[in-house]
């Protein structure tokens, strides 16, 4: 409704009217281009340097394809080449004292984290360290893919004792 009461539409003003239009064709689609990423090496798709092949499609993307991870590492003066050169990486991901910290919290917000073994409840938790610092809170049942440099850094400084890891997984409806 208008001031005065009346709909908008006798003003010439409809909904959407100003909303961006999309030409389907026009668009890329980038699912079809990380789907050929097991088939192709490394030095295709990374940008870093850093990356490797990960098990699944989805997890082998690297981190300055990410706008989130992208934008952090650009509010230094100088932009690293890889998302793990970044000097808060260790502190806000890496750091026991402050994946302690951020266990208290998670206790505090979803009740005991029911994971074995300190190295997998510190990688969890630096996952987790890792999403919120780039993308700050998402909410339940909403995940992002974690760049395989990240996940690799994670997973050097917290190993599983059989090296098996789960990878990503997307939300369960």
């Given at each position: 409704?208008a001031?005065?009461?009346r709909?908008a539409v006798l003003?010439?003003?409809?909904?959407y009217?100003?909303?961006?239009?999309?030409?389907?064709?026009?668009?890329?689609?980038?699912?079809e281009?990380?789907?050929?990423r097991?088939?192709?090496?490394?030095?295709e798709?990374?940008?870093c340097?850093?990356?490797e092949?990960?098990?699944?499609?989805?997890?082998?993307?690297?981190?300055?394809?990410?706008?989130q991870v992208?934008?952090?590492m650009?509010?230094?003066?100088?932009?690293?080449s890889?998302?793990?050169?970044?000097?808060g990486?260790d502190?806000?991901?890496?750091?026991?004292?402050?994946?302690?910290?951020a266990?208290?919290?998670?206790?505090?917000?979803?009740?005991?984290?029911?994971?074995?073994?300190?190295?997998?409840?510190?990688?969890?938790?630096?996952?987790?360290?890792?999403?919120?610092?780039?993308?700050?809170f998402?909410?339940?049942?909403?995940?992002?893919?974690?760049p395989?440099?990240?996940?690799?850094?994670?997973?050097?400084?917290?190993p599983?004792?059989q090296?098996?890891?789960?990878?990503?997984?997307p939300?369960?409806d």
């Open positions: 409704m001031e005065s009461g709909p003003y010439g003003i409809q909904p009217m100003f909303e961006p239009e999309s030409d389907p064709d026009d668009e890329e689609t980038p699912a281009e990380t789907q050929m097991m088939e192709q090496d490394v030095s798709w990374c940008l340097g850093k990356c092949k990960m098990a699944t499609e989805p997890e082998n993307i690297c981190c300055r394809e990410i706008e992208t934008r952090r650009q509010q230094l003066q100088v932009t690293p890889c998302m793990v050169d970044h000097p990486m502190p806000v991901c890496l750091n026991v004292f402050s994946l302690q910290n266990f208290n919290i998670y206790r505090a917000d979803y009740g005991p984290l029911r994971l074995r073994g300190v190295q997998h409840r510190y990688r969890f938790l630096a996952y987790r360290s890792f999403v919120s610092w780039c993308w700050g998402l909410g339940r049942k909403v995940r992002v893919v974690i395989s440099c990240v996940v690799l850094r994670i997973r050097r400084e917290f599983d004792a090296g098996s890891y789960v990878g990503f997984r939300p369960i």
